[in-house]
C-alpha cells in the first residue's frame, strides 16, 4: 500500500485542476475547474477489474481465494461540496468479507470529521481473524453516530493551516505541470475526451512535491522521508486512463499497477476501475453537533479493556506477521468457500489448459485444494481436472 498511495495522491490531484478553452485538453481542464469552483454532487465507485497473478502462484489456492476476494471488494458512495460554505461531504459503502462498511468524511475550512459507525463493521471482519477487538453491544453503540475530530491536535501530529497551505501551493504546481503536457496527449472521440497519466507524470509530480515542501520552514514536517527509495519501490508500470464524456460530465478512471518480479510479491498486476457521476443530491452540509464529537481519550478509555499490553506489541511490530498466520490457519483448518467465491474460482480454472499436467501434478493440485472445499465443490474441481 505505501508503494501506490504517492501515486494515488498525484492521480487525485488531477481531478482538481484548472484551465479554460476549446480543445480536448482544456474541455478536460473545464470540467476539472467547475468542479472546485461550483457547487457540486457526485455518484463515485471503485471496483476491482482484474488481478493477475505472478506465473509461480497462478496455480495456488491459497493465491486464488485471496485474489477472489479482493475482486469481491466494491466501494460506492458519493461526494459533495459546498463551494460558498467551503465544506465536503464524502459517504461511502464498503463491501468487503461479506461486510458493509459505512464510511463518512465531513470537512469544513480546516476541520475534518470522522464517523465512527464504521466500528462495527471493522470489528466483525476483524473477528473472522480471532481478534480481540471488541463485539458486545453495549461497547459498539457507544460508537454509533459518533465523530473523531482529525483536525484536533491529539489526533493528528500536523499542523492543519501548514497541510491547507502546502494544498493550495501544491495545486498550482500540478495545475502549472498539466497546462504545460503536449495537446496530442488529450484526445476526443464523439462526446469522449480521454487522457493518460504515466508513471513518469508521477514521478515528476512527486519531485515537485518534495520540492515544495522543503521550500518554507512551516512545510518541514511534510517532507518525504527517504524520497529516493520511495520512488525507487513505486509499482513498475503505473498508468491511469480518464475518460471524460463532456456532455454528462461522467467521469471513469482506470488505474493499471504492474509490479516487478523483484518485488516477491503474488500479484502482478491490477487494474482498479473508478467512476464520477454527477447527480441531484445536493443538500445543505451538516457538521456533527458538539454531542456527537468524541476524542482519541474517550475512544481509549472506552476500548481499553480490550488493548492488552500482547495485543499493543501485536499491533506494534508483529501486525503483518500475525495476520499471515491466522490467515494460514483459517485456510488449514475449517475454511469454507463461499458460493459467488467458488463460482469465480471455477471460472478461473476452466480458462486454464492444464493438459499437459501428468496425473501426479493434477493429484498434487486437487490435494491443495482439498482443505478449501466441500466435498461438493471438491468434485466439481477434480472433474474439471480429469476432463483436462
Known amino acids: 500500500m505505501k508503494k501506490i498511495k504517492l501515486a494515488l495522491l498525484i492521480i487525485l490531484s488531477v481531478i482538481i485542476l484548472a484551465g479554460c478553452g476549446k480543445s480536448a485538453k482544456e474541455e478536460f481542464f473545464d470540467y476539472t475547474k467547475k468542479n472546485v469552483t461550483e457547487n457540486s454532487s457526485n455518484d463515485i465507485s471503485?471496483?476491482?477489474?482484474?488481478?493477475?497473478?505472478?506465473?509461480?502462484?497462478?496455480?495456488?489456492?491459497?493465491?486464488?481465494?485471496?485474489?477472489?476476494?479482493?475482486?469481491?471488494?466494491?466501494?460506492?458512495g458519493s461526494m459533495q461540496h459546498d463551494v460558498l460554505e467551503k465544506a465536503t461531504n464524502t459517504k461511502l459503502n464498503i463491501e468487503a468479507l461479506g461486510q458493509k462498511i459505512p464510511l463518512e468524511f465531513i470537512s469544513k475550512n480546516d476541520d475534518m470529521y470522522f464517523s465512527l459507525d464504521i466500528f462495527r463493521g471493522i470489528s466483525k471482519i476483524a473477528s473472522q481473524f480471532n481478534s480481540e477487538l471488541p463485539s458486545d453491544e453495549k461497547t459498539l453503540s457507544a460508537f454509533d453516530g459518533k465523530y473523531l475530530k482529525l483536525s484536533d491536535a491529539d489526533?493528528?501530529?500536523?499542523?492543519?493551516?501548514?497541510?491547507?497551505?502546502?494544498?493550495?501551493?501544491?495545486?498550482?504546481?500540478?495545475?502549472?505541470?498539466?497546462t504545460s503536457l503536449d495537446e496530442e496527449r488529450f484526445t476526443k472521440e464523439n462526446d469522449v475526451v480521454t487522457f493518460k497519466l504515466t508513471k513518469k507524470d508521477v514521478v515528476v509530480l512527486a519531485e515537485k512535491f518534495n520540492t515544495l515542501s522543503k521550500s518554507k520552514k512551516e512545510y518541514k514536517e511534510f517532507v518525504i522521508p527517504d524520497f529516493d527509495e520511495m520512488i525507487k519501490n513505486l509499482p513498475k508500470a503505473l498508468d491511469a486512463k480518464f475518460n471524460l464524456n463532456t456532455k454528462t460530465n461522467d467521469l471513469a478512471v482506470a488505474l493499471t499497477s504492474t509490479f516487478d518480479k523483484k518485488d516477491e510479491g503474488f500479484i502482478d498486476s491490477i487494474e482498479v476501475l473508478y467512476n464520477?457521476?454527477?447527480?441531484?443530491?445536493?443538500?445543505?452540509?451538516?457538521?456533527?453537533?458538539?454531542?456527537?464529537?468524541?476524542?482519541?481519550?474517550?475512544?481509549?478509555?472506552?476500548?481499553a479493556p480490550y488493548?492488552?499490553?500482547?495485543?499493543?506489541?501485536?499491533?506494534?511490530?508483529?501486525?503483518?506477521?500475525?495476520?499471515?498466520?491466522?490467515?494460514?490457519?483459517e485456510l488449514d483448518g475449517d475454511f469454507n468457500m463461499a458460493d459467488d467465491e467458488f463460482k469465480e474460482l471455477v471460472k478461473e480454472l476452466e480458462k486454464e489448459d492444464f493438459s499437459s499436467f501428468s496425473a501426479a501434478e493434477s493429484d498434487e493440485l486437487l490435494e491443495e485444494y482439498e482443505p478449501l472445499l466441500t466435498e461438493k465443490q471438491y468434485k466439481t474441481i477434480e472433474k474439471i481436472f480429469k476432463n483436462k
Open 155 to 178: 489526533t493528528l501530529e500536523i499542523d492543519s493551516k501548514s497541510a491547507t497551505n502546502l494544498t493550495k501551493e501544491f495545486q498550482k504546481e500540478v495545475s502549472n505541470y498539466f
Open 46 to 76: 471503485m471496483t476491482i477489474k482484474d488481478i493477475k497473478l505472478t506465473a509461480d502462484m497462478k496455480d495456488s489456492p491459497e493465491a486464488n481465494v485471496m485474489v477472489t476476494q479482493l475482486k469481491d471488494i466494491k466501494v460506492t
Open 307 to 329: 488493548l492488552s499490553d500482547e495485543l499493543d506489541e501485536e499491533l506494534d511490530e508483529e501486525l503483518d506477521e500475525e495476520l499471515d498466520e491466522e490467515l494460514d490457519e
Open 276 to 303: 464520477y457521476k454527477p447527480n441531484d443530491k445536493q443538500v445543505a452540509i451538516k457538521l456533527p453537533a458538539k454531542k456527537e464529537i468524541v476524542n482519541v481519550k474517550e475512544i481509549e478509555a472506552i476500548l
